[in-house]
């Protein structure tokens, strides 16, 4: 098979990846906050454990899922991990679909912000511009005073810092860092919070609640699958550039099963922010500073499902 046709393949994987998270957080929105969200949570993570099979390199071992070569960064990751999930979770429950998007979609811009931090890189201007574009497009979407705004929208953007403060840490911890170990932290991490939490209201879900839930599980593991597929498949780029779809999906869910509307300044947030994300995965791939692809999701192990594991075979850079 030729390069070009594996990469396309790679690339069409991702496409049904993405289309598959967005189906999974469709399935928090459906269950319109009739269980509690750290219920939810803690049920994700346990389905999640599907995907661990997948995940688990040649060579490993199980109890490399507590192994790491930096432990309180490990740490850092099982908190955020937990705190992105959650938060996520409570933003796909108050908020419109496409409005949850928006504010999760800041995530680059809050790596890139992070990532100067704490990494010390050098962000030239174009990167810079990009992250300004974004924010610009969230306050076009939120339009501060002139509505009300909610926990949902406090929610959502503790999800996309959550989310980055991974992302960060990934890059931090190097290639060194077995896969298990990184998906391990964040999935103990929401196991063991939601669980505790959880435990203040605990309800039993229904017939249809249970396919829900099941759906946000499963198909959150099934997608990051796929993305591990596609960042095996195609250049990291590639797969990240399809992650903006999720916003189509998530205006057609909306409109076709939760009411939902897009108004004229929220479409025009929705372009300056996806132009920011596109902006920032441009620039990254001229200068080669890997940026995991997933940004969006309720899954908070998705931007981990394509960063290849070590001796992954890739598709070259182009």
Known sequence: ?????????????????????????????????????????????????????????RGDSWLDIFATTNRPLWMARFAAGATGS????????????????????????VVTILSVIFLKEDVRWQRWAAVIVGFLGVLVVLRPGFR??????????????SAAVAIVILRALGPAEKRLSLYGASLL???????????????????????????????????????????RLAPATLVATPQYSQMIWAIGFGYLFFND????????????????????????????VPLPAAVASGDAQSPLATTPAEGDAQAPAR
């Open 86 to 109: 959650i938060a996520s979770i409570i933003a796909f429950t108050k908020l419109p679909m496409a409005e949850a998007f928006c504010l999760l979609f800041l995530l680059p811009s």
């Open 1 to 57: 098979m030729t390069t070009a046709s594996t990469t396309l393949r790679g690339v069409l994987v991702a496409f049904v990846g993405y289309a598959v998270f967005a189906f999974s957080d469709a399935s928090i929105k459906a269950l319109h906050g009739a269980v509690p969200s750290f219920q939810i949570a803690f049920t994700g993570a346990v389905l999640s454990l599907s995907a661990l099979p997948f995940i688990k390199g």
């Open 148 to 161: 009300e705004l909610s926990v949902g929208h406090l929610a959502a953007t503790i999800g996309a810092v």
């Open 261 to 288: 509307h897009v108004d004229l300044p929220m479409a025009l947030g929705i372009v300056l922010i996806i132009c920011s994300g596109l902006l920032t995965l441009i620039r990254e791939r001229k200068r080669h």
């Open 189 to 231: 991490g929401t196991l063991a919070v939601s669980g505790v939490l959880m435990l203040s209201e605990i309800v039993v879900p229904s017939p249809q609640q249970w396919i829900f839930l099941a759906g946000y599980g499963l198909l959150g593991a099934a997608g990051n699958v796929m993305l591990m597929t596609a960042a």
